[in-house]
């Protein structure tokens, strides 16, 4: 059991989430230069993300990605997501508050704000997203400036589902967990730790400040929880 | 947009197929009013002339002037006389929309749709206070407003996301999705007792034990937070049924 078999896992890890990281700040340099360049407005934008987003999003392990502005960062809207999504990449615009058709402030959503504070890449979630997808995912967002001024952030979601796919055979030989930042189970080798569940409590980052961490569980006879491997490394 | 115009225009045709002989002004009346409330005629749109109208419809001309009449009488369309005059389509205020749905409903479909409203709620409630964290909570903060805020919409946008929130807190994308569904189709219903500032009190003291109660963990406390405030948007909406409905 001391054989370190957590490297496939590793391996996986890095190619889903280092090709969204690689997308994300391609995506940041080409809205950045557009919103250096004047004025934007939410044509302008989804005309300038759409080929490269679509061009992405074939990778059918993705459920959808783009770009969403920060509160009055366009000239004619206040808020905005260039964002296509599910099967058919359709494209969502705005996010509506069911029933009332009002628009859905999205500004208080983790994916977000975390980024917005931080200035630094976010993997959000696991978490169910009502203002997008209403599926179980994780979101990984990088903020854009302009100016010196937040102008959004480009992201990409990622389904539970799949990651639960790519990484459950990896796991299993490890016997490990994969944990997000805050502490919470993504995908477990352990059928009774459930997806969501608090693996440790009240820790606001992994080690080290990593987003992602593989975490062998249950922990060794000594009570300690190692960490075999983590996002970014 | 373009979306929405396109099945409209689709939906266009249908109004203005031929309703047949037997169609009368109430019928003519009737389609054009539920295409008005629903939206696929919207607020400035032109409608045919009498005579226009009438031809579509294959009705007599009296009829289709009988059947203006009356949705000018319901404030549903304005005539305007002159150049450039005409028959425009008047939208109704959402609320009016909502007062709409409910002068068409049972007393016992109210109650068959609160109910499931309920039992599915309350149940988001109890696993969320078992299964969100303290810094998830944290973020409901926002949508509780001050007792003074007299924005309406505000309230019941506030309300709505809350809900949801509940929901995504449970972790499980079905129960969302069920809860956006309960949303959109009863959700509205439940929130026209906003519009009453001692309700808007009530509900506000509500949601703040409900938060609490996430906070802390309390699995009870989210479910009677909940249960109490459902029942009583109930009963307010049931009174109010009952006037609509004389």
Known sequence: MNIDVSGDCAVRIERHFGAILAELERMRTEVAALFASGPVTSDELSAQVEAGTVEFLQDPNLLGGGFVVAPDALSDRR?????????????????????????????????????ERTGRLNVAGPYVDFVCTDEYVLTTTL???????????????TAVETLERMLLPCLREAQATLVSSTGRVVVSADPHLA???????????????RLLSVVQTPPAADGASRTLSGWPS | MAKARATTSRARSAIFAPIGDEGRAVRV???????????????????????????????????????????????????TR?????????????????????????????????????????GCAELAAERAAPDEVEDLHDLLLPADEEDVGRWRDAESELYLSVAALTQSARLTREVVRQEADFGTLLRVPLSESDFRQASGGRHRAL????EAGDVAAARTSVRDHVAHAVERLTEIHEVVRQ
Do not use: C, H
């Open chain 1, 79 to 115: 808020l905005y997501l260039a964002w296509w999504q599910g099967a058919g990449r359709d494209f969502l615009g705005e996010a509506e508050v069911p029933g009332t058709g009002e628009t859905m402030d999205y500004t208080r959503q983790p994916w977000f704000r975390v980024p």
């Open chain 1, 143 to 157: 903020p854009v400036y302009a100016g010196g001024r937040l102008v959004g952030v480009a992201g990409a979601d």
């Open chain 1, 195 to 209: 997806t969501g569940e608090a693996l440790t409590s009240g820790r606001k980052e992994g080690p080290d400040g």
């Open chain 2, 29 to 79: 009346e009737n389609r054009l009013a539920e295409a008005i409330r629903s939206g696929v005629l919207a607020d400035g749109d032109r409608l045919p002339s009498e005579l226009e109208l009438a031809q579509m419809l294959g009705v007599a001309t009296v009829t289709a002037r009988e059947a203006l009449v009356s949705l000018r009488a319901q404030g549903l369309v304005v005539t």
């Open chain 2, 82 to 122: 002159g150049r450039g005059g005409g028959s425009f389509v008047r939208a109704p205020e959402p609320g009016d929309v909502v007062k709409g749905r409910l002068a068409t409903m049972s007393r016992v479909e109210l109650r068959d749709r609160a109910s499931l409203y309920q039992v599915v709620l309350t």
């Open chain 2, 211 to 214: 938060v609490a109660a996430l």
